[in-house]
């Protein structure tokens, strides 16, 4: 018998207590924060070119986008954190960490600087900005 350090019914019981509201709504604000922070990852991109280098493949960054708003949406995050409590600053550190090592994996051409920038800046701004950009677009859609 296999055991889990955490107990899958409640996993179930969370997938079946929702309404199909629920799920419609959370894949159509995955697919708008991927649409906008895509975007906006392209635009840091393109504004910070200099410092970071360039970036050949800019479907990557709807790519990088889409893991880490998976990671986040489904609180894959918060399960880690439970078993790594013991670093204090690790809460905060974990995210931008996740964003740096998803940067360096999708674009491989920029340099480890490049990515540290760009991750740092990339997730202050995923943090204070996309909410509200996914939010202002979200009002547009009727269902």
Do not use: C, R
């Amino acid at each position: 018998m296999v055991v889990f350090p955490f107990d899958l019914q409640n996993f179930y019981s969370l997938a079946t207590s929702q309404g199909y509201m629920h799920w419609l709504n959370l894949g159509i604000t995955l697919i708008l924060s991927t649409l906008i922070g895509g975007i906006l990852l392209i635009v840091l991109a393109k504004l910070l070119g200099k410092w970071v280098g360039n970036i050949s493949h800019y479907s990557h960054a709807f790519m990088v986008v889409l893991v880490i708003n998976m990671i986040n949406f489904f609180g894959i995050l918060g399960l880690l954190l439970g078993f790594l409590i013991v670093v204090p600053w690790l809460g905060l550190l974990l995210p931008v960490l996740v964003w740096i090592a998803l940067l360096k994996l999708f674009f491989g051409e920029l340099n480890f600087k490049g990515a540290v920038i760009l991750g740092i800046i990339s997730y202050l701004v995923s943090m204070l900005l996309l909410g509200t950009l996914v939010s202002l677009a979200g009002s547009f859609i009727m269902f």
